[in-house]
């Protein structure tokens, strides 16, 4: 049995992550293994973004929503909950980061502080 | 690129504090030695549950019910965090669960041990959450960025377990003449157990070395079990208890408490399947599992029902977000 596939839930790179992939679905398997997974955001206080806390399985999105109530928030840590389901998700790949970023690299006029100005200006 | 450079690259990254993160290149070994110690860990919670849960009924007050349920319930919680952890390097949530039930994944040790006492909460969350708090800590900064995410939010709900169980302990030792010989008693049964579970000593511990070089670990075995040791032999004054080691002794030179020899033997044993409890543990998870499958094959029809219904196909928690997009329209 092959334990290790090598795809990552969350990241699944695009030609994978096709819902009839019953390795990702887990359809037509018995029991917990049909169970999807979600990923879960929550927002800690009004005015903050929704932020990445971990992932769940849930059968459908307002199971997924009770999972994460009761797992992440416990302790009053958050006020709003947003709940996806993983293959949903596409990420960029680390192997490309260098060429996928290349084009900020040379930009440094993007930043304030490339702009050289006398001391004495002020409120700028 | 050429696999050698791969790990070169892989290890500069750690070497630089850079965390690893699941779809990164990674050694196949470290991949494996992560699978194996994220999910010793997560098996660790769930069964940790048994020991305490058999106390919840017959907790001394509401406030001890409230408090053991909420710890137990975190317990479940922490399993969680790390399953998720160890899925993210490609190993599926019942293939860890099944390696757990067929013996093949171990739990700590430390739960084969049994709770006859209600002291044995007390000690339980003074010792043995205290000795995995010193064992966590660490891995906060451990290079696998899902595994160091999930032990800070670990670590931040495991300090009230601990200082639960000191209380627990400190009401007991202020009490009657029995209440006192129930603390002392707790003590000493869980006490060699509890550093224990540091594991073997350095130099029978073989993989060390390489789990500090990829900084999954950040400390050795003996380190972690002298600092707690010499913790420990300072809080247990507060209880006017004894710890059950007449070689523990403060050594001025070396700045550290002395103390007896580990049983090793013991260890090994119950590692190996004969502890006291071993096997009770194991056929109530596996009994959980089975009892339970039912539910998960409800949830599963219900929620195949609802897809196929048209009625239902929009969640009702979608509705705001949905009626804001409509307005913005």
Redesign the interface.
Known sequence: MNLLKKFYYGDLPEQKASANDPSLTGEGREGAAAWPLWEIFIRSKQGLDHKHVGSLHATDAQMAMENARDVYTRRQEGVSIWVVESRHVHASNPDDAESFYDPANDKVYRHPTFYDLPDELKHM | MPLQNHEEIFQKKVDREVRI?????MP?QY?KTL?RQISQHAHSEIVGMLPEGNWITRAPSLRRKATLI?KV??EA?HG??LY?AA?????????M?RQLHVGKAKYSSIFNYPTPSWADMGAIGWLVDGAAIMNQVPLCRASYGPYS??MI?ICK?ESFHQRQGFEILLTLSTGSDAQRQMCQDAIDRWWWPSIMMFGPNDDSSPNTAQSMKWKIKRFTNDELRQRFVDICAEQVKILGMNLPDPELKWNQERGHFDFGPINWDEFWNVVNGNGPCNKERLEARVKAHEDG?WV??A??A??NK??TDPRQAT????SHFEAGQSLLK
């Open positions: 993160e699941p779809r990164d290149w196949d991949r699978i909420a319930q975190d919680g969680l965090y998720s899925e993210t390097l490609g190993i599926t949530r019942d293939e669960i995410r999930a939010r709900e499958a998960r094959e949830a599963v219900y929620a609802r897809k969640a009702p928690s979608s």
